[in-house]
């Protein structure tokens, strides 16, 4: 969601702020802005549009300081507009504050303020949190400090903020409830940002801070934490993993595109040190002290949102087929909003990429206070869902900064295969020969996905006939459905053709009476346990006059013969199709959504890290 930056230190701020706002806008965002503060003058420029929009703002503009904050906003009270823009002021002018996530209380505190005479500008819940800091600082003559501090036990709602003084130009106050936040520890600077992507370039040295706590960075003093029940914390400071050239696109038009080629490489990773071919074994670190919890599971839930949702319904047939045991694949926001049916027999699987997503974490807090044990699948070391979970596993797929997920599905994927082989062996299901084939098929994908990789000249040609279709269908049995729903997601997202993804024998109960000459459906039509059936669908929608784009299994002649165009994907076992199948759907979207002209890497109206609910 919005993005925030902030630094203190002996450099010039602004560059700092500018180059690190640019590294979040993958998280999504309709407005920019900054703040600088240079001796006890307070300035502010920001804008609806792009941090390109927010340059230009600037112009000439004095942009001197070392100390400022920065942000980039996703609305959600207010529409964006150059008003709505972060950061906000106080009614004194003292005080600029940006902020991500929702305060739910603000309505009640804002007409509390507006009897003690503060005038308001915006139509934003944060404006109300930085009038209402003011008129603690005021009211109770404390410092900065403890000011944020009084006002956070008065907040309803989610936030990760940070706050300057014009009065007190070498303190920078942050906090943090439900949004994440670190606190980057330079040579003689501090930073602060939503995630690492701008910390990464200037220290590896960071604090993750949990819900709860404020991190005062004092020019001289240097870095203390407090919570907000003002009990001081001791800072654990841990060594950032991501690599500055990850963040850069290496000669790629997009970032997607890019994404979608690490696949070979994110895969392995994945796999890296967990799956041993010499020793026939699976071995998961992380999750290692809860084997038998997965062995002894009565059930298992996985929740997730968007494109984890669909990689756990994967998950949900890798389990059932390899370890037999039940599986419910639910979603994030609807899990939490309901009274389920959880116990202390059951296993909760949260999959998440940027381990900070709302729905899920309230979803893992719900279960585990039900007495749930909860294993975590992301991407993101030190997230949020990394520190909630009981044990987990992370995906080693590296940042992911193309707002549609590719590289994420696909280590997910990996991931979940892994732990469901690692369980149907333990609990004595899986045989030993099948489970030593499903290995090694398993270390061949990352190979098989480059062999798909080369059909992209191809799928190009198939993406340019198909980009002005208004509609599309995407089908699939089994393993595929999944895939289709992601193909779908894909094809939405990115290039906003209106696509649905459905299990291929339900065509006939609604989603047929669609199709005509001008309709593109894609489907899964690889050789499997459902091949046969899947080239009677083929054969209904073509005698509709639908126009078939199939994904089958190298060689494949029949459905070659029926179809207007096949990708051929390598032979692999129905288990581990999605691995490959999805590639083909992820390069079309792309290629389509680049010749409709749309911003791929930052498609309208969605954000990288869904972190409000």
């Known amino acids: 969601m919005c993005g925030i930056v902030a630094y203190l230190g002996d450099k010039e701020a602004y560059p700092i702020l500018v180059n690190g706002l640019k590294r979040l806008e993958y998280r999504g965002y309709d407005s920019a802005g900054v703040a600088l503060l240079h001796e006890d003058k307070l300035t502010i420029y920001k804008c609806q549009g792009k941090v390109s929009d927010l340059e230009a703002h600037v112009g000439d503009g004095p942009t001197t300081g070392t100390v400022g904050i920065g942000h980039t906003r996703w609305a959600t009270h207010g529409p964006p507009n150059d008003v709505n823009a972060h950061p906000h002021q106080s009614t004194s002018g003292d005080l600029a504050l940006i902020h991500n996530g929702i305060i739910e209380n603000y309505a009640s505190l804002k007409e509390e303020l507006v009897h003690r005479g503060h005038t308001f500008l915006s139509d934003t819940d944060t404006e109300v949190l930085v009038h209402l800091i003011d008129d603690i600082q005021r009211s109770e003559k404390v410092d900065l400090a403890e000011a944020v501090r009084l006002a956070l036990n008065s907040v309803v709602g989610a936030y990760a ?5 014009r009065k007190d130009p070498d303190v920078m106050v942050a906090a943090r409830k439900s949004s994440p936040l670190v606190i980057g520890i330079g040579d003689g600077e501090h930073f602060a940002a939503s995630d ?22 004092d020019r001289k003093k240097g870095l203390k934490i407090r919570n907000t029940k003002n009990q001081d914390k001791t800072p654990f400071i841990q060594e950032l993993e991501m690599h500055l050239e990850t963040l850069e696109k290496g000669g790629y038009d997009h970032f997607m595109l890019k994404e979608i080629h690490e696949q070979p490489r994110s895969i392995r990773d994945s796999m890296r040190g967990r799956l041993n071919l010499a020793k026939g074994e699976v071995v998961l670190g992380g999750i290692k002290d809860y084997e038998q919890r997965f062995v002894n599971a009565k059930r298992i839930l996985i929740v997730g949102c968007g494109t984890s949702w669909h990689a756990g319904m994967v998950g949900e047939y890798l389990f059932e087929e390899f370890a037999r045991i039940p599986v419910e694949v639910e979603y994030a ?90 369980v149907g062996q333990k609990k004595g299901v899986l045989s030993g020969s099948s489970f030593y084939r499903l290995l090694n098929e398993l270390d061949a994908i990352p190979d098989k996905v480059q062999r798909v990789l080369k059909t992209e000249d191809q799928i190009k040609y198939i993406a340019d006939i198909y980009k002005d279709a208004s509609n599309a269908l995407y089908l699939g049995r089994g393993y595929s459905f999944p895939v289709a729903l992601e193909g779908a997601l894909k094809l939405k997202e ?28 894609f489907v899964i039509a690889t050789k499997g346990a459902s091949y046969e059936k899947v080239v009677s669908n083929i054969q209904e929608v073509k005698a509709r006059k639908g126009k078939i784009i199939a994904i089958v299994t190298e060689g494949d002649t029949v459905v070659k013969g029926i179809a207007d165009h096949v990708i051929e994907i390598p032979e692999t076992p129905d ?39």
Request: hydrophobic letters at 45%.
């Open 333 to 422: 926001s609807e899990f939490r909003y309901r009274n389920p049916v959880v116990g202390e027999d059951d296993l909760v699987i949260a999959i998440s990429q940027s381990g900070e997503t709302a729905d899920t974490m309230a979803a893992m807090e719900l279960a585990k206070n039900k007495g749930a044990t909860i294993i975590g699948i992301c991407n993101v070391v030190g997230s949020s869902i990394a520190r909630i979970t009981h044990a987990g596993s992370y995906t080693h797929a590296g940042p992911e900064i193309g707002v549609a997920s590719t590289k994420a599905f696909t280590a997910q994927v990996t991931l979940l295969t892994l732990m469901a082989l690692m």
């Open 494 to 521: 990115i290039s906003y053709i209106h696509a649905e993804g459905y299990p291929a024998a339900e065509m006939k109960h609604g989603p047929i009476a669609l199709i005509d000459e001008a309709m593109p459906v």
């Open 161 to 165: 903020i940070v706050v300057l003084d």
């Open 196 to 217: 690492a992507t701008p910390i990464v370039e200037h220290t590896k040295n960071v604090v993750y801070l949990e819900d709860g706590e404020i991190a005062v960075i």
């Open 575 to 613: 288990a581990l199709v999605p691995l490959l199948s999805v590639v083909p759907l992820q390069l079309i979207s792309y290629h389509i959504a680049v010749m409709r002209g749309c911003n791929v890497d930052q498609p309208r109206n969605l954000a990288k890290s869904v972190t409000v609910e």
